[in-house]
């Protein structure tokens, strides 16, 4: 069975130029969990949610610097799905990638409260993700 999704475009790279790349499959993806991949020079994040819906995002945590957004925890906030970043707790929309609660802190510099996410397509049970 060939499922494709569509992300929203918020924060996601420009469409020109992307390139498809076959990251797994959604069998190697646990629900709820996320998931490091390194595409080119690019790390995303992967996370599948509960309805098998796959949401990639940038792996960089914008607040502490560090490669560890795969890390974070699943969760929902009024039906949005949500990641909890495992440093210093933001929480991440996994919808628009908007950051919901800065904990506090502010993102390093040069950064935005913000995640990037990626278009995810799952077509035959294979994880595709498009990069720039």
């Given at each position: ?130 990069v720039q």
């Amino acid at each position: 069975m060939s499922v494709t999704q569509e992300q929203p475009a918020a924060a996601a790279p420009q469409t020109d130029d992307l390139s498809w790349e076959r990251v797994c499959l959604l069998s190697d993806l646990f629900p709820e969990r996320g998931s490091a991949a390194l595409l080119g020079d690019t790390q995303v994040a992967l996370f599948r949610l509960p309805d098998d819906v796959v949401v990639a995002t940038q792996q960089l945590d914008p607040f502490s610097g560090a490669n560890v957004m795969s890390r974070g925890i699943v969760g929902t906030r009024a039906g949005v799905p949500t990641v909890a970043a495992p440093v210093y707790k933001q929480v991440y929309s996994l919808v628009t990638g908007e950051c919901l609660d800065t904990a506090g802190y502010s993102p390093r510099p040069g950064r935005e409260p913000r995640l990037v996410k990626y278009p995810v397509e799952v077509r035959d049970g294979v994880v595709h993700v498009a990069v720039q």
